[in-house]
């Protein structure tokens, strides 16, 4: 008992969870934009990553235009994906964590404009705004926040239980 007191005074001390035996998500990424996506939708993707410091203003993220293969501890990389458009698939994006809390995002942009041709650099900049919420260590939570899992069930913004979200999975 003793030692696990030790442990976890040494982790808070750390900011590492001793208990988990892997660190918490750390407060800042850089973001490498693939340059193959087009100027419309790099700003929408911008626009997804900006909405992500403005919530929550302890997170430092920087961003650029780059090739990016293989991301490095705390980075995300973002492509597009010419993924044939799939009316009985919803899915219009795809993270994959990388370890060391960097992650490879794929954004079905095919896919965002067959299924939303009014407005869809509106839900790309969603798209890329949830995706980057799973860069970041979230999960797919409830109807109504922008983390849930079906496109047609998700807030079209960033909402406090996302934000509740990012702090819990970070131990806060």
């Not at 988990?20 to 193959?36: M, R």
């Not at 798209?127 to 970041?136: I, R, S």
Request: glycine share 6%.
């Amino acid at each position: 008992m003793q030692c696990h007191r030790w442990l976890l005074l040494l982790g808070s001390l750390l900011g590492v969870s001793a208990c988990a035996g892997t660190p918490a998500p750390g407060l800042s990424y850089s973001v490498a934009i693939d340059p193959a996506f087009t100027t419309d939708q790099t700003e929408a993707i911008t626009a997804g990553i900006e909405s992500w410091v403005a919530s929550v203003p302890e997170l430092h993220v920087t961003y650029a235009i780059a090739t990016c293969k293989s991301p490095d501890p705390d980075q995300v990389c973002m492509h597009p994906d010419a993924a044939p458009p799939d009316m009985s698939d919803d899915i219009v994006g795809d993270t994959q964590p990388t370890g060391d809390d960097g992650s490879a995002v794929l954004l079905y942009v095919d896919r965002v404009e067959a299924a939303f041709p009014r407005d869809p650099m509106k839900m790309l900049q969603q798209t890329a705004t949830h995706e980057m919420g799973h860069a970041l260590g979230l999960k797919h939570s409830a109807t109504g926040t922008l983390m849930a899992a079906d496109v047609q069930n998700q807030a079209s913004t960033i909402t406090p239980a996302d934000i509740a979200q990012f702090w819990s999975v970070r131990g806060k």
